[in-house]
Nanobody
Framework: QVQLVESGGGLVQAGGSLRLSCVAS????????MGWFRQTPGKEREFVAA????????YYVDSMKGRFTISRDNAKNTVYLQMNSLKPEDTAVYVC??????????????????WGQGTQVTVSS
């Protein structure tokens, strides 16, 4: 199994930026697809972005493409989510996930096997 710990959330004004980090431990990291999802009360968990184990393939939801960038540093067992031009509607708990069995599609949360606790992002208007 793998353990995931997110950090980097906080309160930011609209138009601002945040970089989220997710550190993985417990097994080999560089062959695991990693994803970011977000959750708000009363809404289904929403896919944000994913990145292949090598970092070559990246997947984004269209509404966030261009504002959010996912990356990873396999030497540090860490995946990042750089969020720019934040909007109040981006307010959510952002959760890191690992697709241990490599199932696709990347945007389907059922294809992820390990989850972090999440980090709160609040964007004020």
């Amino acid at each position: 199994q793998v353990q995931l710990v997110e950090s980097g959330g906080g309160l930011v004004q609209a138009g601002g930026s945040l970089r989220l980090s997710c550190v993985a431990s417990g097994r080999t990291f560089n062959n695991i697809r990693m994803g970011w999802f977000r959750q708000t009360p009363g809404k289904e968990r929403e896919f944000v972005a994913a990145i292949s184990g090598s970092g070559i393939s990246r997947y984004y939801v269209d509404s966030m493409k261009g504002r959010f960038t996912i990356s990873r540093d396999n030497a540090k067992n860490t995946v990042y989510l750089q969020m720019n031009s934040l909007k109040p509607e981006d307010t959510a708990v952002y959760v890191c996930a690992a697709a241990l069995n490599g199932r696709y599609p990347a945007a389907n949360d059922q294809n992820y096997d390990a989850w972090g606790q999440g980090t709160q992002v609040t964007v004020s208007s």
